[in-house]
């Protein structure tokens, strides 16, 4: 006689987020992850941005996706010139992607490609500074961080990022 046995899938059970294979590395995107998310001072960048993006604050309407997220998505898209709409796969393909982003990959769809346009148009039409959109704030900050941590950054696919020690 067999056991009787109720089926419950892996994303039910939640073992996708506590247990890692045995003697697994992890792959090289997490560690670029890893690395800017230790590198970036993140909280300066949204204290600089909060001022021009209150859609996941306001009182009235739909509240929008928080400004932590739109963030940490904007520099994804520059660290592997990524398109809007390759963002959004990526972060339904790729597990350390949305942790990066403060998402969870069982919660509901992350923002789209629309969305996503729509806060890169906001900060390429908000200007920080006198000549400084809030787009380039974004970048500038990103390529001074880690060249402060000691790497130099050029973007590469989304297969292989290129970052690398400077000889400084």
């Not at 294979?21 to 204290?47: G, H, I, Q």
């Not at 000549?131 to 989304?158: K, V, Y």
Request: include cysteine.
């Amino acid at each position: 006689m067999k056991p009787s046995c109720n089926p419950v899938s892996a994303q039910q059970a939640g073992i996708f987020t506590a247990i890692r294979w045995p003697k697994a590395t992890t792959p090289r995107r997490e560690d670029l992850l890893n690395l800017v998310d230790r590198s970036v001072a993140w909280l300066d960048l949204e204290t600089a941005l909060r001022p021009h993006y209150q859609a996941d604050v306001r009182k009235t309407g739909r509240k929008g996706h928080s400004l932590r997220m739109m963030v940490r998505l904007r520099v994804v898209q520059l660290l592997w010139r990524a398109s809007d709409r390759q963002v959004e796969h990526a972060l339904l393909d790729s597990h350390c992607l949305a942790k990066f982003c403060g998402l969870d990959p069982w919660a509901p769809r992350p923002p789209s490609a629309s969305a996503l346009r729509a806060f890169r148009d906001l900060l390429r039409a908000t200007e920080i500074d006198i000549g400084t959109s809030a787009d380039d704030l974004i970048e500038l900050r990103l390529n001074g961080d880690l060249r402060n941590a000691g790497f130099e950054f050029r973007p590469g696919r989304i297969e292989d990022p290129v970052l690398r020690r400077c000889s400084t």
